[in-house]
C-alpha cells in the first residue's frame, strides 16, 4: 500500500473519505483552470466550444452528462424501492432510444446548428416555425423543467457527501445515527455546487466537456469496483442474490407471486415479534428489554418490503421517458461542440454499452441492499414502508447507494467509490448551469431586450452572470426539496416533460406540413396534461408523498398504471397533427431553408 494511502487509512472515521472528496473536488478546480488557459474569450467559445469536439470527448462528454445522480443513486434506489424491473423500463429503453435520438435528432440539429450560427433550441425552433413569440411560451418551460433536473444531482451530492463523511466532525455537527459527525447536507451541496460554478465559469463549454469525460472515465471504473467490492462483503454475488431470494424474493421479479406474499407475511410477523418486549426471567430486573432496540443492536431482524407489482403496460409505457433527451437543452448546446457529424458514430454506438456498464451494477446494489446484513445487522436500517430498527433515521431510496459502500468498511476504498459516485452526479450539472444561462442570454436578453444586438462581451458577461443565479437558486431548492421527493420520481416526471416536447421536434425537423399554430397546440396540450397530472397527484398526498410518477385509468374494470410521459406525448403528437392540417402552411422560403429544394 502507498505511504499516502496508509496515512489516510490512520485518519478518524469519516476524515479519510473527506480528504478524497475534496482531493476530487481539487482536481476539477484545476481542470477549469487548464481550460480557461486555451479559452479564446468568446461567446461562442465560452457555450459551445467553437464547435470542435472531436468524437472520444463527445462521446464521452455526453454520455457524462445524461448519466447523472439518477443513473447511479435514482437507479439503485429505485432497485431497492421497486426490484429488478426498473433496469427494463428504464435502462434497456434507455440504451436503444436515446441512441436513436442522438442519430435521428442531435445529428440534423447539429447540421442545422453550424450552418445557420444557433446556440439554442429557441434559436432554431423561431425560425422554423417563423414565431419570434415562440420563445417567450419555451423558455419558461425550458427553465422549469431542467431545474429538477438540476435539483436531483445537487441532493445526490449532499446525500452521498454527508453518508460518506459519517464520523468526521463528531463534536462540530453532531447528528444521530448513521450520519452522525457527517458533513451536513447544507454544506455538502454547497461545495459541490461552487466547485461546478467555479470550474464552469473558468472554462465555459470546454471546461464541461474536459470535466464530463473525466468524470466519465471515474465513475464507468469505481462503478465495477464498487459492484465487485459490495458483492465480495456480502459473500460474492451469490450470496447476496441469495438473501433476497429469502426475505424479498418479489424484488427479483416483475411481478408478484401468492409464495412472494406469503413469505412476506412470515418475514413481516418475525421481526414484529423481534420489535416486542422480551419476556422477563423469574430472575430478572422488571426492566423491559427490546431485543431490537438500539441498546441492543445485535438482535435486529430484517424487515422485509411489501411486494410491489410492475404490469406490463408500465413497464411499456417507461419506453417513453428516454425521449426526453430529445428535447434537453443541455444536450442539444453538447450536440453543438461537436466538430463533424462523424463525430456521432461513436455516441451511438457506444452509448448503449455505456448505460448498461452503469446501471447494471448500480440496481443489483440496489437489490441487495433490501437484504444485505453485515454483522448480524441490515445495511439499510429502514424499508420504503419504515424504519427497521426502532429509532433509526429514515434516509430514503437517495441514501441507499451511499450506505452500501459505507458499509465496506475501508476508509481508502469507501473514499475512492464516494468520489466515483459523486464524479456521476456532477457529470451533469456543470452542462446545465451553462445551458441556461446560454438560453437566458440568447433567447432572452439578447433577443428581447437587444433585439438581437448585444456585442460578444456582453453575452459572455450576461451568460455567466445568469449562471450565478441559477446556482445560488438550485442550491435553495435543493434544501427545500431534500426530504420531500425522492430521486427517482423527481426525475420521471422532468423526464416527463421533456418528452412531451419530442413531436415538436421531430415534426419540425421531418414533416413539412408542421405549422406554427401546430407547435403551439402541441406545447400547450403535452405540457398542460403534465401540470394537470402532477397538481392532482400530490394533491391528493397533501404534497407530502413520494409524488408517485405513474397516472391511472380504469379500462374494462382494470386500474391500469403508466407513466404520464406517455399521455403527455400522445396528446401533444395529436394536437400538433390536428392543428396544423386545419392551418396554413409555412412559407416556401422557410420550408426551403429547412428541408431543401424538392
Request: hydrophobic share 50%; proline share 6%.
Given at each position: 500500500?502507498?505511504?499516502?494511502?496508509?496515512?489516510?487509512?490512520?485518519?478518524?472515521?469519516?476524515?479519510?473519505?473527506?480528504?478524497?472528496?475534496?482531493?476530487?473536488?481539487?482536481?476539477?478546480?484545476?481542470?477549469?483552470?487548464?481550460?480557461?488557459?486555451?479559452?479564446?474569450?468568446?461567446?461562442?467559445?465560452?457555450?459551445?466550444?467553437?464547435?470542435?469536439?472531436?468524437?472520444?470527448?463527445?462521446?464521452?462528454?455526453?454520455?457524462?452528462?445524461?448519466?447523472?445522480?439518477?443513473?447511479?443513486?435514482?437507479?439503485?434506489?429505485?432497485?431497492?424501492?421497486?426490484?429488478?424491473?426498473?433496469?427494463?423500463?428504464?435502462?434497456?429503453?434507455?440504451?436503444?432510444?436515446?441512441?436513436?435520438?442522438?442519430?435521428?435528432?442531435?445529428?440534423?440539429?447539429?447540421?442545422?446548428?453550424?450552418?445557420?450560427?444557433?446556440?439554442?433550441?429557441?434559436?432554431?425552433?423561431?425560425?422554423?416555425?417563423?414565431?419570434?413569440?415562440?420563445?417567450?411560451?419555451?423558455?419558461?418551460?425550458?427553465?422549469?423543467?431542467?431545474?429538477?433536473?438540476?435539483?436531483?444531482?445537487?441532493?445526490?451530492?449532499?446525500?452521498?457527501?454527508?453518508?460518506?463523511?459519517?464520523?468526521?466532525?463528531?463534536?462540530?455537527?453532531?447528528?444521530?445515527?448513521?450520519?452522525?459527525?457527517?458533513?451536513?447536507?447544507?454544506?455538502?451541496?454547497?461545495?459541490?455546487?461552487?466547485?461546478?460554478?467555479?470550474?464552469?465559469?473558468?472554462?465555459?463549454?470546454?471546461?464541461?466537456?474536459?470535466?464530463?469525460?473525466?468524470?466519465?472515465?471515474?465513475?464507468?471504473?469505481?462503478?465495477?469496483?464498487?459492484?465487485?467490492?459490495?458483492?465480495?462483503?456480502?459473500?460474492?454475488?451469490?450470496?447476496?442474490?441469495?438473501?433476497?431470494?429469502?426475505?424479498?424474493?418479489?424484488?427479483?421479479?416483475?411481478?408478484?407471486?401468492?409464495?412472494?406474499?406469503?413469505?412476506?407475511?412470515?418475514?413481516?410477523?418475525?421481526?414484529?415479534?423481534?420489535?416486542?418486549?422480551?419476556?422477563?426471567?423469574?430472575?430478572?430486573?422488571?426492566?423491559?428489554?427490546?431485543?431490537?432496540?438500539?441498546?441492543?443492536?445485535?438482535?435486529?431482524?430484517?424487515?422485509?418490503?411489501?411486494?410491489?407489482?410492475?404490469?406490463?403496460?408500465?413497464?411499456?409505457?417507461?419506453?417513453?421517458?428516454?425521449?426526453?433527451?430529445?428535447?434537453?437543452?443541455?444536450?442539444?448546446?453538447?450536440?453543438?461542440?461537436?466538430?463533424?457529424?462523424?463525430?456521432?458514430?461513436?455516441?451511438?454506438?457506444?452509448?448503449?454499452?455505456?448505460?448498461?456498464?452503469?446501471?447494471?451494477?448500480?440496481?443489483?446494489?440496489?437489490?441487495?441492499?433490501?437484504?444485505?446484513?453485515?454483522?448480524?445487522?441490515?445495511?439499510?436500517?429502514?424499508?420504503?414502508?419504515?424504519?427497521?430498527?426502532?429509532?433509526?433515521?429514515?434516509?430514503?431510496?437517495?441514501?441507499?447507494?451511499?450506505?452500501?459502500?459505507?458499509?465496506?468498511?475501508?476508509p481508502v476504498v469507501g473514499g475512492l467509490l464516494a468520489a466515483g459516485v459523486l464524479a456521476a452526479i456532477l457529470g451533469g450539472m456543470d452542462a446545465q448551469f451553462l445551458c441556461l444561462g446560454s438560453?437566458?442570454?440568447?433567447?432572452?436578453?439578447?433577443?428581447?431586450?437587444?433585439?438581437?444586438?448585444?456585442?460578444?462581451?456582453?453575452?459572455?458577461?450576461?451568460?455567466?452572470?445568469?449562471?450565478?443565479?441559477?446556482?445560488?437558486?438550485?442550491?435553495?431548492?435543493?434544501?427545500?426539496?431534500?426530504?420531500?421527493?425522492?430521486?427517482?420520481?423527481?426525475?420521471?416526471?422532468?423526464?416527463?416533460?421533456?418528452?412531451?416536447?419530442?413531436?415538436?421536434?421531430?415534426?419540425?425537423?421531418?414533416?413539412?406540413?408542421?405549422?406554427?399554430?401546430?407547435?403551439?397546440?402541441?406545447?400547450?396540450?403535452?405540457?398542460?396534461?403534465?401540470?394537470?397530472?402532477?397538481?392532482?397527484?400530490n394533491r391528493k398526498t397533501n404534497w407530502s408523498g413520494r409524488g408517485e410518477p405513474l397516472v391511472h385509468y380504469q379500462l374494462f374494470g382494470t386500474d391500469i398504471g403508466v407513466v404520464p410521459a406517455?399521455?403527455?406525448?400522445?396528446?401533444?403528437?395529436?394536437?400538433?397533427?390536428?392543428?396544423?392540417?386545419?392551418?396554413?402552411?409555412?412559407?416556401?422560403?422557410?420550408?426551403?431553408?429547412f428541408f431543401g429544394r424538392r
Amino acid at each position: 500500500m502507498l505511504p499516502a494511502a496508509l496515512l489516510l487509512a490512520d485518519l478518524p472515521p469519516g476524515m479519510t473519505q473527506l480528504w478524497i472528496i475534496v482531493a476530487y473536488l481539487a482536481a476539477l478546480i484545476l481542470l477549469g483552470l487548464a481550460s480557461n488557459s486555451v479559452f479564446k474569450g468568446t461567446a461562442v467559445d465560452y457555450f459551445v466550444a467553437s464547435r470542435g469536439v472531436g468524437p472520444v470527448l463527445l462521446v464521452l462528454s455526453v454520455f457524462g452528462t445524461t448519466m447523472t445522480a439518477f443513473a447511479i443513486q435514482g437507479s439503485s434506489g429505485e432497485a431497492w424501492a421497486s426490484g429488478v424491473g426498473v433496469y427494463g423500463k428504464m435502462a434497456s429503453w434507455s440504451g436503444i432510444v436515446h441512441a436513436a435520438c442522438f442519430f435521428l435528432i442531435g445529428v440534423r440539429l447539429w447540421a442545422l446548428g453550424k450552418r445557420y450560427g444557433y446556440q439554442t433550441q429557441i434559436q432554431f425552433f423561431r425560425d422554423r416555425f417563423e414565431s419570434s413569440n415562440i420563445g417567450l411560451l419555451l423558455f419558461p418551460i425550458l427553465v422549469v423543467l431542467q431545474m429538477p433536473y438540476i435539483i436531483i444531482g445537487i441532493i445526490g451530492s449532499g446525500t452521498m457527501i454527508e453518508t460518506a463523511t459519517a464520523g468526521a466532525f463528531p463534536e462540530l455537527f453532531g447528528g444521530a445515527g448513521v450520519t452522525k459527525g457527517a458533513i451536513p447536507f447544507w454544506l455538502g451541496t454547497l461545495l459541490a455546487t461552487g466547485v461546478v460554478w467555479l470550474y464552469v465559469s473558468l472554462g465555459g463549454a470546454r471546461a464541461t466537456a474536459w470535466a464530463n469525460a473525466l468524470q466519465t472515465v471515474i465513475f464507468l471504473v469505481v462503478g465495477v469496483v464498487t459492484f465487485w467490492a459490495v458483492a465480495g462483503k456480502l459473500g460474492g454475488a451469490d450470496s447476496a442474490t441469495k438473501m433476497v431470494q429469502e426475505y424479498n424474493p418479489s424484488k427479483l421479479t416483475r411481478g408478484v407471486t401468492p409464495e412472494h406474499q406469503q413469505i412476506y407475511k412470515e418475514k413481516l410477523a418475525i421481526w414484529r415479534a423481534s420489535t416486542q418486549p422480551a419476556p422477563a426471567p423469574a430472575s430478572a430486573s422488571s426492566t423491559p428489554a427490546f431485543s431490537a432496540s438500539p441498546a441492543s443492536p445485535r438482535q435486529a431482524a430484517l424487515r422485509p418490503h411489501a411486494p410491489r407489482e410492475m404490469t406490463e403496460l408500465e413497464f411499456f409505457s417507461y419506453g417513453m421517458i428516454p425521449l426526453s433527451v430529445a428535447m434537453f437543452p443541455h444536450l442539444f448546446q453538447l450536440w453543438l461542440t461537436a466538430r463533424s457529424a462523424r463525430s456521432f458514430r461513436l455516441t451511438v454506438t457506444l452509448h448503449p454499452l455505456l448505460v448498461m456498464v452503469i446501471w447494471a451494477p448500480c440496481i443489483a446494489i440496489g437489490i441487495w441492499a433490501t437484504s444485505a446484513i453485515v454483522n448480524g445487522q441490515p445495511v439499510i436500517p429502514y424499508t420504503p414502508q419504515g424504519e427497521t430498527i426502532p429509532g433509526q433515521r429514515v434516509l430514503g431510496p437517495n441514501a441507499v447507494i451511499g450506505l452500501m459502500v459505507r458499509m465496506l468498511a475501508d476508509p481508502v476504498v469507501g473514499g475512492l467509490l464516494a468520489a466515483g459516485v459523486l464524479a456521476a452526479i456532477l457529470g451533469g450539472m456543470d452542462a446545465q448551469f451553462l445551458c441556461l444561462g446560454s438560453m437566458f442570454t440568447h433567447d432572452v436578453v439578447d433577443h428581447y431586450a437587444s433585439g438581437d444586438g448585444m456585442s460578444d462581451r456582453q453575452r459572455l458577461l450576461t451568460g455567466r452572470i445568469f449562471v450565478v443565479l441559477v446556482v445560488l437558486a438550485s442550491w435553495l431548492l435543493a434544501l427545500g426539496l431534500k426530504s420531500v421527493q425522492p430521486i427517482f420520481g423527481l426525475a420521471v416526471w422532468c423526464f416527463s416533460g421533456f418528452s412531451a416536447l419530442f413531436p415538436l421536434v421531430f415534426a419540425a425537423l421531418y414533416w413539412k406540413r408542421t405549422t406554427k399554430w401546430g407547435a403551439y397546440a402541441s406545447i400547450a396540450a403535452g405540457i398542460g396534461l403534465g401540470i394537470y397530472y402532477y397538481v392532482d397527484i400530490n394533491r391528493k398526498t397533501n404534497w407530502s408523498g413520494r409524488g408517485e410518477p405513474l397516472v391511472h385509468y380504469q379500462l374494462f374494470g382494470t386500474d391500469i398504471g403508466v407513466v404520464p410521459a406517455m399521455p403527455m406525448v400522445l396528446l401533444a403528437a395529436l394536437a400538433l397533427v390536428v392543428v396544423s392540417l386545419i392551418t396554413p402552411r409555412p412559407a416556401a422560403a422557410t420550408l426551403e431553408k429547412f428541408f431543401g429544394r424538392r
